[in-house]
């Protein structure tokens, strides 16, 4: 039986989209701390160093770094790099931009901390026009 958790926060970029969270509780470093044409985390101390966000959910606390981040997310996407969508805690100018240029669907000010209930693998469903996730977990 699958277990399914709704939570509501505000949509920052419109679409829905599915798939496979991939969860950090560290921030990323999108100007320098991933590989543009692979969305492969390269920070070394990063807990997902080697791990891509291509083709996932990524959910994480935020960005950090300077601006550039845009410029590399905006490159993620060019390549078809790009995660399915974002699930972040908090909103600043660099996410912001970053979410943007990126243009998937992306979700924050969650009702719940979405790193204490969304684990790597989990199936999840970001609706940025309604600000709604769903997470889907199979026992």
Do not use: Y
């Not at 560290?26 to 080697?50: A, D, Q």
């Not at 931009?97 to 979405?114: F, H, I, Q, S, Y």
Request: net charge positive; aromatic share 4%; hydrophobic share 40%.
């Amino acid at each position: 039986m699958t277990t399914e958790i709704i939570l509501r926060g505000r949509g920052v970029h419109p679409g829905c989209a599915e798939g496979e969270a991939l969860v950090t509780r560290m921030p990323i470093s999108g100007f320098g701390g991933i590989h543009p044409l692979s969305g492969t985390i390269t920070e070394r101390r990063h807990e997902l160093v080697g791990q891509s966000f291509k083709d996932r959910v990524l959910v994480f606390p935020g960005a950090k770094g300077s601006s550039g981040w845009a410029s590399n997310f905006q490159a993620t996407r060019l390549a078809g790099a790009a995660p399915l969508a974002m699930i972040f805690c908090k909103m600043s100018t660099k996410i912001a931009l970053g979410v943007v240029v990126m243009r998937v669907p992306a979700v924050t000010d969650l009702e719940a901390d979405p790193l204490e209930l969304i684990r790597s693998g989990d199936h999840v469903c970001v609706d940025g026009d309604r600000g709604i996730v769903v997470i889907r977990r199979q026992p």
